[in-house]
């Protein structure tokens, strides 16, 4: 199983990137699909999720502002930041799982914005 995020970068305050994550070597569909982020010196936090069925969850801080999606038929999910802000500014990390399965993570990509 791999996981390749991309589409990190560096935005000013209030722009938007969207990161990508493609999976290979397994099914997708039947997996729940999240994305994480960690900033210099802190934990690593749960962003938002994005279930089989489509459900979404976020965190507080970027109820909003972030949107989780999925394709299936591309084995891609994605993560549309807008309205960034510098406290966004961190690594970000996919992450695939389901009942006794996983969970599988990919490798990162950095966003780093600027105020």
């Known amino acids: 199983v791999q996981l390749q995020a991309s589409g990190g970068g560096l935005v000013q305050a209030g722009g938007s990137l969207r990161l990508s994550c493609v999976a290979s070597?397994?099914?997708?569909?039947?997996?729940?699909m999240n994305w994480y982020r960690q900033a210099p010196g802190k934990q690593r936090e749960l962003v938002a999720s994005i279930t089989s069925g489509g459900s979404t969850n976020y965190a507080d801080s970027v109820k909003g502002r972030f949107t989780i999606s999925r394709d299936n038929a591309r084995k891609t999910g994605y993560l549309q930041m807008n309205s960034l802000k510098p406290e966004d500014t961190a690594v970000y990390y996919c992450n695939l799982r389901a009942s006794s399965w996983g969970p599988y993570w990919g490798q990162g990509t950095q966003v780093t914005v600027s105020s």
């Open positions: 070597g397994t099914a997708f569909s039947n997996k729940f």
